[in-house]
């Protein structure tokens, strides 16, 4: 095989690649770092990578720090795993129907969608919070479910019309032919094939959820059992002084769950990225 690129260009591309995981990575590094130094020589100066007495301390004393932390992580990722299956739900057969389906006021609501996604949730906390008021969910954990399944919709329409639109309509029309309804060759022609994508808008959905529900849980939930982990990372700063080793150690913990379900579900995600590389 010959290769199309020249040493020189090879040198730049890895390069690239090279400063481009540097600045993504670099923000963990420091917080691994920042969680094993004392307290003491967080903010030393001359800045040293390495200090004396560093140690994985902060690793238990958060525990006792925050004793609720384990059962934030859980919130956050319970809280998370309702809203991706709620907008699932809603999500897989609205992108269907936008996909497939010509009818009237089809652009304006994908446009509609689009601007959804302009707006911030801290745009509409007070509407929502009389909405929640009146129907009775706050202090629940429907309260943070609700709101971050209805931003989530918009994004994953989009995200999965674009996938759905590659698929070749010969294969509906086939299962037609042998009889088959619409929502049979949806569940078992159309969804198979799909699943790529749909694994790629459930990671979206719920890394979104899993991370942005700081605000929704703060405006809404005054029960400390059912705040999810944004919010308990918060009881870390005090009123004179933050850990910031102990903030570090539980932020790191934190996203092992997400980091977690990227690991197993990383072969969909590539083989729904690359979807577009197909030949028509």
Same mark, same amino acid.
Not at 251 to 260: D, N
């Given at each position: ?117 302009? =707006?911030? #949730? /801290?745009?509409?906390?007070?509407? @929502?919070? !009389? &909405?929640?008021?009146?129907?009775? $969910? ?38 037609? =032919?042998? #009889? /088959?309804?619409?929502?049979?060759? @949806?569940? !078992? &022609?159309?969804?198979?094939?799909? $699943? ?85």
């Amino acid at each position: 095989m010959i290769n199309k690129y020249r040493w020189w260009e090879l040198v730049l591309i890895y390069a690239g690649i090279a400063v481009f995981l540097t600045f993504i990575l670099s923000p963990f590094v420091e917080a691994f770092i920042v969680s094993l130094r004392p307290i003491t020589s967080i903010f030393s100066i001359p800045y040293s990578f390495f200090t004396e007495g560093m140690s994985f301390d902060a690793y238990f004393t958060m525990w006792s720090s925050v004793p609720l932390l384990l059962r934030y992580m859980f919130n956050s990722f319970f809280i998370a795993t309702v809203v991706t299956l709620i907008a699932l739900m809603a999500v897989i057969p609205s992108a269907y129907a936008f996909a497939r389906f010509e009818f009237k006021g089809r652009d304006g609501l994908l446009t509609a969608f689009l601007a959804i996604n302009m =707006v911030s #949730g /801290a745009v509409l906390i007070i509407p @929502l919070y !009389r &909405v929640l008021q009146q129907l009775g $969910m706050l202090n629940t954990y429907f309260a943070m479910i609700i709101p971050g399944a209805a931003f989530s919709v918009p994004t994953g329409i989009w995200l999965l019309r674009s996938y759905l639109m590659k698929i070749p309509k010969e294969l509906e029309e086939a299962a037609w =032919v042998d #009889g /088959a309804s619409r929502l049979y060759t @949806l569940r !078992r &022609v159309i969804l198979p094939i799909a $699943m790529p994508g749909i694994i790629v808008v459930a990671i979206a959905t719920f890394i979104g959820a899993y991370a942005q529900q700081f605000l929704f849980a703060l405006t809404f939930n005054s029960v400390n059992e059912l705040h999810p982990l944004p919010v308990g990372l918060f009881q870390f700063f005090g009123r004179q002084t933050v850990v910031w080793n102990e903030l570090m150690a539980a932020s790191l913990v934190g996203i092992l769950p997400v980091l977690t379900v990227y690991i197993f579900l990383q072969r969909y995600i590539i083989a729904g990225l690359t979807a577009g590389a197909v030949k028509e």
